[in-house]
C-alpha cells in the first residue's frame, strides 16, 4: 500500500524567511502526482503546488517550490519569503490510479503545522 | 465558476442516529470524492463516485455509504452513529475521473456525534 510520511509535525519560520516542509513516500508505481495542499484554521483544502511523477523539472508557483527526488521518494515543500498568510497546516499528498479501470484517490501525509512569526 | 458546496457546514447528531451529508461539484466535474479528517486518523479516503458509480471505496465498514446523482451532486450517509464518527467530511471533485487532474475540495461538513 502507498504510504505518506511528514515526520514534522510542526515547524515555525520568521516572517519573509524561507522553510522547507519535508515529505517521503513509499510506491512502487512508476506513474502518480505529488501534491501539497495548505489547510488554514477556516479548514478549506487548499491545492499549493503539484508535481507529475515523469518530470525531472521540480515545480515551482511563486513563492513555493519543490524538491522532487524520485530515486529517493522524496518530496519536500519550500516557501520563500514566508507571510503571515503562510501559517497554516500542510499535507503532502499522493495520487495514482488504482487497478480498477481509473479510479484515484488521494493518500495524505500526517500534516506539518507551520506557523509564522511577525 | 462557483467552487465546491458542501451541505450543511455543522451538524449535531446523537448515537445510533443517520447523517446524510451534501455535496455539490464544480460545474462540469464528474468525479467526487469523499475524505473524512480527524485529529487520531488523519485524512483518510471514503469512496468515489463517477458518473453515478462508486468506482472505489477506502476501508470504512458498511454504515458508510453514498450515492451520486444526474448531476453529479454527491450524498454521503453515515446510518447508527457512533461518537468515533465525528469528524471533518471533505467532499473534493474533479473536472475527468481518467487524468491527473487536481482535486478541489470544499469547506467541509464538521459532524459532532454526542
Known amino acids: 500500500a502507498q504510504t505518506v510520511t511528514q515526520s514534522q509535525p510542526e515547524m515555525s519560520v520568521q516572517e519573509a524567511e524561507t522553510v522547507t516542509l519535508s515529505c517521503t513516500y513509499d510506491?512502487?508505481?512508476?506513474?502518480?502526482?505529488l501534491f501539497w495542499y495548505k489547510q488554514p484554521p477556516s479548514r478549506q483544502m487548499i491545492l499549493v503546488i503539484r508535481?507529475?511523477?515523469?518530470?525531472?523539472q521540480n515545480a515551482t508557483e511563486n513563492r513555493f517550490s519543490v524538491n522532487f527526488q524520485k530515486a529517493a521518494k522524496s518530496f519536500s515543500l519550500k516557501i520563500s519569503d514566508s507571510q503571515l498568510g503562510d501559517a497554516a497546516m500542510y499535507f503532502c499528498?499522493?495520487?495514482?490510479?488504482?487497478?480498477?479501470?481509473?479510479?484515484?484517490?488521494?493518500?495524505f501525509g500526517s500534516g506539518t503545522q507551520l506557523t509564522v512569526l511577525p | 465558476k462557483a467552487g465546491v458546496t458542501q451541505t450543511p457546514r455543522y451538524l449535531i447528531k446523537t448515537r445510533g442516529q443517520q447523517v446524510t451529508l451534501s455535496c455539490s461539484p464544480i460545474?462540469?466535474?464528474?468525479?467526487v470524492s469523499w475524505y473524512q479528517q480527524t485529529p487520531g486518523q488523519g485524512l483518510q479516503f471514503l469512496f468515489e463516485?463517477?458518473?453515478?458509480?462508486?468506482?472505489n471505496k477506502g476501508n470504512f465498514p458498511g454504515r458508510f455509504s453514498g450515492r451520486q446523482f444526474s448531476n453529479s451532486r454527491s450524498e454521503m450517509n453515515v446510518s447508527t452513529l457512533e461518537l468515533g464518527d465525528s469528524a471533518l467530511y471533505l467532499c473534493?471533485?474533479?473536472?475527468?475521473?481518467?487524468?491527473?487532474?487536481?482535486?478541489?475540495f470544499g469547506p467541509g461538513t464538521r459532524l459532532t456525534v454526542l
Open positions: 510506491t512502487s508505481e512508476s506513474d502518480y502526482y
Open positions: 463516485y463517477f458518473s453515478e458509480t462508486q468506482r
Open positions: 508535481q507529475e511523477a515523469y518530470k525531472q
Open positions: 460545474s462540469g466535474h464528474r468525479s
Open positions: 473534493a471533485s474533479r473536472a475527468s475521473g481518467g487524468t491527473h487532474n487536481e482535486q478541489f
Open positions: 499528498a499522493y495520487d495514482f490510479f488504482i487497478s480498477s479501470g481509473s479510479a484515484r484517490q488521494l493518500t
